[in-house]
């Protein structure tokens, strides 16, 4: 048999096996609901990634404030001289202006230290400022899509799906996890858009395969695998062409063209 056949224990007391011809694992296909783009966008400004970065802009500024003010305060003292806070508070501004290519030019050092500190801050300064343009593009282009089941764990508070006398009825059982089985799974993704059940556990290719051919933008599967699974072609036991199919497969998965044909129908 040609199949995605999952090679178990039980099934090898039945048949032989080839060699796994495809390693994969158990998918989560869950409906997709896209966020309000605004809401998206401000959640995405305050969000902790953006804060983190920001804290690490200001810390290297203070760093450098801290420098030029030690480094200017006597020979340049109009431009940061004055008391410590005020010193420190112009080699903030003078930091920023710099970082931002903005340079009003009100501020600017004197001596040899303070301008090799301002040469070296500058360099940095286009990498961080790319970094952090970098960081914002793509939080903000990237769609945003939510759904209410994240894991595993998810699975146990509601019902899912699965097909039934398969490796993933046996995990969902094993799992503790309340289940409904569906005749196909074309069904069970049918029944996951009409919000009768929160999740449909399958072999991951198929449910990628089938998402992507049907249901694009409004099922996906879940970036996370469970239980390997090795799929391979079922012959009668003791096949005499056990041997030679093998020789072929093996052949035929190290050649670029299966990647490609992977890639082509699952994604990846």
Request: glycine share 8%.
């Amino acid at each position: 048999m040609v199949a995605n056949l999952t090679i178990t224990p039980e099934r090898l007391d039945r048949f032989d096996f080839t060699y796994p011809f495809y390693t994969t694992g158990l998918g989560i296909a869950v409906p997709l609901k896209e966020e309000n783009s605004l809401i998206f966008i401000i959640k995405q400004l305050f969000s902790w990634t953006v804060l983190k970065i920001l804290i690490i802009i200001c810390f290297l500024l203070l760093i450098v404030s801290i420098m030029m003010w030690l480094l200017e305060r006597k020979l340049n003292s109009g431009h940061f001289g004055g008391s410590t806070l005020q010193g420190i508070g112009s080699g903030f501004w003078f930091s920023a202006v710099t970082m931002t290519t903005v340079g009003y030019g009100d501020k600017h050092p004197k001596t040899t230290g303070g301008k090799i500190v301002s040469l070296i801050w500058m360099f940095t300064a286009v990498i961080l400022v790319s970094l952090f343009t970098a960081t914002i593009t793509s939080m903000l282009t990237v769609k945003q899509l939510k759904t209410s089941v994240s894991g595993l764990e998810d699975l146990k508070r509601d019902l899912v799906g699965t097909m039934p006398y398969t490796t993933s009825e046996s995990f969902l059982k094993n799992s503790l996890i309340s289940f409904k089985t569906y005749k196909s799974v074309g069904e069970g993704l049918e029944a996951l858009i009409n919000g009768e059940i929160k999740a449909f556990v399958y072999d991951e290719p198929e449910l990628r395969y089938r998402i992507k051919q049907q249901f694009h933008g409004k099922l996906d599967v879940l970036p996370i695998r469970y239980s390997q699974e090795n799929y391979g072609i079922a012959l009668v036991n003791n096949s005499s062409l056990r041997k030679s199919m093998n020789r072929i497969l093996l052949e035929k998965i190290r050649h670029q063209e299966w990647q490609e044909t992977l890639y082509h129908y699952l994604g990846g």
